[in-house]
């Protein structure tokens, strides 16, 4: 199995912040990272596919970048509705696995 | 719009089994793969199964592999994942999620949209 590394698990940022979070797969994964959204309650959403590609409706101020084993995840400016847990997932062979999740709260 | 809509959830004595369900509506459902994921109260998201378009191939995370079965009737726009010999810890929430389509490379296998979930509690 592909292990995927988050980082931080958690994460403390102001409304306006830029904020980068990490994933680091076990292995080479090319491009095929796809990162996710989850609010408490809610089913996550997706964001990013495919390491960069911004899933349509997802506001600008999400990116990512990243290829073979090192992947990021930055919101230029964080707005209220930001603050929530954030999952890599390889996509690259199966078992299709997560990271641990970026637990993004208020300061 | 697509929509994901899981069911029968509930709660299960151990070594039980159990039928989980989700209905899709807005999208040509046998074109697209469709997978199972949970979440263990207060953890992360772990992938359980997948079903390629035309239900020729399935694939299962190593703790569910021989204990729990997934399908889907294309006919009636439905997945199912069968779960059996359940245990503790199996309970979690349980999402649907639409994968990849049938065109689409084969690395393309990320998870949108999601339906809303239905739990499932194994408990004595």
């Known amino acids: 199995d592909i292990q995927m590394t988050q980082s931080p698990s958690s994460l403390s940022a102001s409304v306006g912040d830029r904020v980068t979070i990490t994933c680091r797969a076990g292995?080479?994964?090319?491009?095929?990272l796809n990162w996710y959204q989850q609010k408490p309650g809610k089913a996550p959403k997706l964001l990013i596919y495919?390491?960069?590609s911004l899933q349509g409706g997802v506001p600008s101020r999400f990116s990512a970048s990243g290829s073979g084993t090192d992947f990021t995840l930055t919101i230029s400016s964080l707005q209220p509705e930001d603050f929530a847990t954030y999952y890599c997932?390889?996509?690259?062979?199966?078992?299709?696995?997560f990271g641990q999740g970026t637990k993004l709260e208020i300061k | 719009q697509v929509q994901l809509v899981e069911s029968g959830g509930g709660v299960v004595q151990p070594g039980r089994s159990l039928r989980l369900s989700c209905v899709v509506s807005?999208?040509?459902?046998?074109?697209?793969?469709m997978h199972w994921v949970r979440q263990a109260p207060g953890k992360g998201l772990e992938w359980v199964a997948v079903?390629?378009?035309?239900?020729?191939?399935?694939e299962y995370a190593e703790s569910v592999k021989g204990r729990f079965t997934i399908s889907r009737d294309n006919a009636k726009n439905t997945l199912f994942l069968q779960m059996s010999s359940l245990r503790t810890e199996d309970t979690a929430f349980y999402y649907c999620?639409?994968?990849?389509?049938?065109?689409?490379?084969?690395?393309?296998?990320?998870?949108?949209?999601w339906g809303q979930g239905t739990q499932v509690t194994v408990s004595s």
């Open positions: 807005g999208v040509i459902f046998s074109s697209f793969d």
């Open positions: 997932q390889q996509s690259y062979s199966t078992p299709y696995t």
């Open positions: 079903v390629r378009h035309d239900g020729s191939n399935k």
């Open positions: 495919t390491a960069s």
């Open positions: 292995q080479t994964i090319r491009t095929y």
């Open positions: 999620a639409r994968g990849k389509h049938f065109l689409a490379v084969p690395w393309d296998n990320w998870f949108a949209p």
